[in-house]
Every structure is written in structure tokens, then in C-alpha cells.
């Protein structure tokens, strides 16, 4: 799978919004077939930064990703509210799932 993390820094007056101005854009993009999520937070230690999650099943899923109307549209839209360009970090990994993680396993 693509494994994608990006980092938004929101514009200060547009952050309580956030998750609005980038609703119908998080919207399209689950609905893809190959999209595996598709998830938004927000940071903890700063109001106006946004952490992104995603993943898509396979390169051909994320190329298909980046030629959709919805993408073109948020490339337009999206911008404009943002303080900086995002920053990602993109990976290929094995799987199609979550792992689970050991070191803090739930017994039970």
C-alpha cells in the first residue's frame, strides 16, 4: 500500500473550520475504490496544524488519486487556508491494514 502522512499548517482564522473548508474533499477521496482511509487530526501542541493519514492500496490507486475532479478541485481550494505548503512523508509498505502494536498489547 501508499502510506501517506502530511502535516497542514491552517491559517490562524480558518482553523475551527478546518475540517468544513476540507469536507467535501475528505468525502470524495474515502468514496475512491482504492483508497484504504483517509483519516484528519488535529495537533495537540498547535491549534492550527492538521495531520493527515492516508493510505491507498496500490500506486495505480494513488496515481488515480491525483487525477480525479476532487483533487483538481482542492488543489483550487484548499490553499487558500493554509499558512504554508503542507509537508508529507509517502511510502510504500506491505499490507493492506493497521498492524497491530505489540509493545502495548491489551491482554484480554
Known amino acids: 500500500m501508499i502510506f501517506i502522512t502530511a502535516k497542514f499548517q491552517v491559517r490562524h482564522e480558518d482553523a475551527e473550520r478546518w475540517p468544513q473548508i476540507s469536507a467535501s474533499f475528505t468525502e470524495a477521496t474515502r468514496s475512491e475504490p482504492g483508497c484504504l482511509w483517509f483519516e484528519w487530526s488535529r495537533s495537540l501542541d498547535d491549534p492550527d496544524e492538521y ?17 480525479t475532479d476532487h483533487f483538481s478541485a482542492a488543489r483550487r481550494e484548499l ?30
Open 51 to 67: 495531520v493527515l493519514v492516508e493510505a491507498f492500496r496500490d500506486d495505480a490507486a494513488g496515481a488515480a488519486h491525483v487525477k
Open 79 to 108: 490553499p487558500p487556508h493554509l499558512a504554508s505548503t503542507p509537508r508529507i512523508v509517502n511510502f510504500s509498505v506491505p499490507g493492506e491494514d493497521w498492524s497491530l502494536l505489540g509493545e502495548l498489547a491489551v491482554e484480554g
